[in-house]
Every structure is written in structure tokens, then in C-alpha cells.
């Protein structure tokens, strides 16, 4: 079974700069998730996608964050503007129904 | 809000001996507890996990047990290795299967 791909692994860019993350979860997980970890914290949930319906975004910070699952398989998350407190490991997770969540590698976002 | 809250942040222990660590949880709708373990620059990934009916399980050198009455549920490593040494999370997940994840533990085994 493949795992859950995201990409990129890195990225670095400038305060006020865009960024998007992308992620492919596990073939027939329909819930979807992307977890914001910072260093030394444990993941944090940003989004929840049941298919593509969002299921939780309450700790989004919709000002600068969006989420989408197109066709209720890949997902995109986007942040506009970066401020330095972004920098964080953005983690993908994908599960069937109430089952274990597979984690992806993960990007590392550097903001300066 | 739902939190899960873990302790301690970090343990020490010698080759060998035991390890336990323990979360709290504060949503009773929470039936789904699993634990991982993240090596340095890697995904977490599943150790083991235990579900609202049943209170204890057990898998080789790792156990989990669960008190649903206190909300609590604790790893148990035993024999420990130096390779057990990651940072371990629990977590826990209700009927929307929102995984709320504890802060972490350091375990570092000493040889």
C-alpha cells in the first residue's frame, strides 16, 4: 500500500510571501487531515476533510490559511501571507473511519 | 475545547527498564486512542492503539491501558532498548474522528 505523498519536503520563503503544500493521501482514506507542527509541540489540527466536505477547521487561521480536497482525493493547503510563526513542519494524515491516521513525511516550512 | 494532556515531557531511563507514560483526556465522547512514535525528522507512525471497550492491550514490549471513568489512558514500555528512544505522542479521537494529540514525550534510553 503506498503511503501518503506530500511535497514539497521543504520550502523557505519570505514573511508576506505565499506558500501552498500538497498532499495525496492513501488510496480510499476518505478523512483527510493536516496538522501544523511546531518544534518540540505535538501536531496541532489545522483542517479535517471527510471526501471533500471539511469536517473541522476550527483552528484554522482563516485570515491567512486555506484548505481544499479536490474530488475528495488530493488536498492543498495555502498560506497568504506567511508570518514567521508558520514555521513549522505541516503534517498530511489520511484514515479510513475512525482507524489508525497515516502521516506523510511532511514539508518544512522556514519563514524569515 | 477537547485536550489531551501528557506527562511527563521527558524520561530517562536505563536499558532495561521500564517506561510508562500517561495522558489525560477531557472529551467523554473519545472511544479511539492510539499512540506514535516520531524518531527525529520523521513521520509519526502507530505503535499501538486501543479502542473505549477494552482496557488493556498488549503487543510484545508495549501495552496501553485505559480508564474511562478517570479518562485516562497510559503507555507501558518494557525491556526498553536504545532504539525506543523518539518522542511519543498518544491521542485521542471521538465519533468526527478528530485526532486531538497530546504534547509529546521525550524518551530517551540510556545504554
Known amino acids: 500500500e503506498a503511503g501518503v505523498a506530500q511535497s514539497p519536503r521543504y520550502k523557505i520563503i519570505e514573511k508576506r510571501q505565499s506558500v501552498a503544500f500538497w498532499c495525496n493521501p492513501i488510496?480510499?482514506?476518505?478523512?483527510l487531515y493536516w496538522y501544523q507542527q511546531i518544534l518540540g509541540q505535538g501536531p496541532k489540527l489545522l483542517i479535517q476533510?471527510?471526501?471533500?466536505?471539511?469536517?473541522?477547521d476550527s483552528q484554522l487561521p482563516k485570515d491567512r490559511f486555506s484548505a481544499e480536497r479536490l474530488k475528495g482525493v488530493d488536498s492543498t493547503l495555502k498560506i497568504q501571507p506567511a508570518k514567521l510563526e508558520d514555521s513549522a513542519v505541516y503534517l498530511c494524515a489520511s484514515s479510513r473511519v475512525n482507524t489508525e491516521a497515516f502521516f506523510g513525511q511532511g514539508t518544512r516550512l522556514t519563514v524569515v | 475545547g477537547e485536550n489531551v494532556e501528557q506527562h511527563p515531557s521527558t524520561l530517562s531511563v536505563q536499558e532495561g527498564d521500564s517506561a510508562v507514560i500517561k495522558c489525560t483526556y477531557s472529551d467523554s465522547a473519545s472511544n479511539y486512542f492510539p499512540w506514535y512514535k516520531q524518531e527525529l525528522g520523521k513521520r509519526p507512525q502507530l505503535i499501538i492503539d486501543?479502542?473505549?471497550?477494552?482496557g488493556e492491550k498488549k503487543d510484545q514490549r508495549i501495552a496501553v491501558t485505559l480508564n474511562k471513568t478517570a479518562k485516562h489512558f497510559s503507555l507501558h514500555i518494557t525491556e526498553t532498548q536504545p532504539e525506543d528512544s523518539a518522542v511519543y505522542f498518544c491521542?485521542?479521537?471521538?465519533?468526527?474522528?478528530?485526532?486531538?494529540f497530546g504534547t509529546g514525550t521525550r524518551l530517551k534510553v540510556l545504554a
Open positions: 488510496s480510499g482514506h476518505a478523512t
Open positions: 476533510f471527510q471526501n471533500n466536505g471539511v469536517v473541522d
Open positions: 491521542a485521542a479521537s471521538s465519533g468526527t474522528y478528530k485526532y486531538i
Open positions: 486501543i479502542r473505549s471497550n477494552v
